[in-house]
């Protein structure tokens, strides 16, 4: 027997002494003790037991199981840091690494362990706790190094219903792809920190709350060595209710700096990011570094390339911070690609977001907003983006929700993809502004209420000027425009055509109240193209110098509310130029052309058409969302 054994077996002795009532339990993945597994250990433990587990990687996800043990590497007994770093439990990326869920008590310790690469385990409607996930317990953790673990929530430690005694534990580099990167702690959950013994969270990312998030939670004193940064906002430590954190730091990783900062694809986050010569290279640690307010705000710069998890090293959701632009070099060729793996763009609880602007955003994938997500009163303008090939259950490629207003300029929806509503873009209880917007080529799962283009839930009330929405798919009894209860768009020289609906293609349920003008619904595949929902009431549709197939026979009330049929209106081909790629400009003889309002005031009109061509030509508005220019095509 070596040195180094006779000297680990006279610890052990001396620690059996200590603990004369207690049984040890030992693991070591080379078989010279009583298991080669911890869960093994912890599952021939009784309350009070200690497993003791060797140096090694041990690639297990395991579950206390309600036992009230001490599960330890020689950390415990030697007090040496290098035994933490030595004594690894990898989840492989099969669930959460460690699991409290039965009841354990504040003597239930983990202690001197890296506990990474864990995925979260599913829980309330969403994966959590990629690292530890702790559901009425109060556990212990103690000297340990929790790191590059992944979950929707809570990547690094989630707790529900629990109570947390962390002690000299490091929380850093992890990844939630929804909220609370390092620690979320929620229904009535608490956490107590260490004075003597603090511990560090830092550099974790998340779509909202990087470091720390609380719901439902009492004030939250934070007590570390180490944190991201000296005085954290929202963007760090998000609360719900808000301020019910107290923070006390001694060291930071980042200091700040207010000024525009700039990143490439072949930047390094070791420059200063001040200079297009000197970029960074990951989008999330400019948003982290940047500092700005409402007296100076600031823009993240981003030169053309792809920035993507395969190809840069890109953390997504990027976690939007008020009074910061995302600002690209260009539409075409400044590509944000999440590889299919979460949202793109978080702007969660806040009204002082900026730009988001000329970029192209694509191959995301979330359960709601695959490409942007806007929460709680998130108003930016987004202008000169394109948004393509994302996905999610709702809102394939933008989901705006609970108060969320932004402004949409010039931006392309195409080719995403919603499993059960809103392929293009979900509103609930939102009310953005859309000014020359296509919607194109966007598809939704067959199921009741899906809506292919754009679905209005609850409350949403949004304005639409020059917005084409064509070839958009949508099976069963779905529809390209889908409107819930209480839902009130104002239509301003859109453009619907040519979507593959076999039913309806504008479907109204209940309350809603819908005003078109200067619009062309024409859709060949379509029976109607308002449709009320025979169970709804109270629906109304006004409709002026609006060009609709069938005229007023276009529109289904089944008795569940009123048409008012102004004047203007006709039924007659528009005549779109066509041609491959297709396209929705009219042409020479259309009947659109000077066929609009005569008086075109409140009508929100930009100054540029869909085609960024002169708006009204001729004294007259065209009907539609391209003006005729004289010219014949």
Known sequence: MNIRKLFLLFIILLFVIGVLHANILIVDINGTGNYTTIQEGIDNSVNGDTVLVYPGTYYENINYNGKNIILTSFYLITQNRSYADS???????????????????????????????????????????????SKNADPKISNCIIKNNKADGGAGIHCRYSHIILENTTICHNHAYLAGGGVYLRDSSTATFSTMNRCNIYLNYAG???????????????????????????????????????????????????QDLYVSPNGDNTNSGLTQSDPLKIIAYALTKIASDSTHPNTIHLANGMYSPSITGEIFPLNCRSYVSIIGESQENTILDGNNLSGLIACIFGDNYFYIENLTIQNGHASVGGGLHFSTNSNPIVKNVTLQNNSASGGGAIMCSNNSNP????????????????????????????????????????????????????????????????????????????????SCPILNNITVANNNIPTNVIYCTFNNNLNFNNCILFNTESNYEI???????????????????????????????????????????????????????LSEGSPCIDAGTPDTTGLHLPATDLAGNQRIYNGRIDIGAYEYQGVGI
């Not at 690494?97 to 864990?118: P, R, S």
């Not at 195409?414 to 009310?431: P, R, V």
């Open 208 to 258: 909202r709350g990087c470091d720390i998030e609380t719901y439902q939670v009492q004030e939250l004193h934070v007590i570390v060595d180490t944190f991201t940064v000296m005085n954290p906002d929202s963007y760090f430590a998000l609360s719900q209710p808000e301020n019910n954190f107290t923070f006390d730091i001694l060291n930071v990783k980042i200091v700040p700096t207010n």
């Open 87 to 133: 004594t690894i439990i990898d989840g492989n990326q099969n669930g959460s690494v460690v699991t409290f869920e039965n009841g354990e008590d504040t003597t239930a310790v983990l202690c001197g362990f890296t506990i990474q690469n864990g995925s979260g385990t599913y829980d309330l409607h969403n994966i959590r706790g990629g690292g530890i996930l």
């Open 531 to 585: 449709n009320f929902d025979e169970s709804g009431y109270s629906n109304e549709v006004t409709i002026s110098y609006t060009d609709i197939k069938n005229g007023d026979d276009g529109i289904q009330t089944n008795g569940a509310g009123t048409v008012n049929w102004l004047e203007g209106n006709i039924d007659s081909i528009p005549q779109f130029v066509g041609g491959d790629p297709f396209s929705y400009e």
């Open 407 to 486: 402004i949409f300029e010039y931006v392309t929806i195409e080719d995403n993809y919603a499993e059960s509503i809103g392929g293009g873009i979900y509103l609930s209880n939102s009310s953005p502004l859309l000014k020359n917007v296509i919607i194109s080529n966007n598809s939704v799962q067959p199921v009741w209420g899906s809506s292919a283009g754009i679905n209005l839930s609850n409350n949403s009330n949004p304005t639409l000027v020059d917005v084409l929405i064509a070839n958009n798919t949508s099976d069963g009894l779905g529809s390209i425009i889908g409107n819930g209860i209480n």
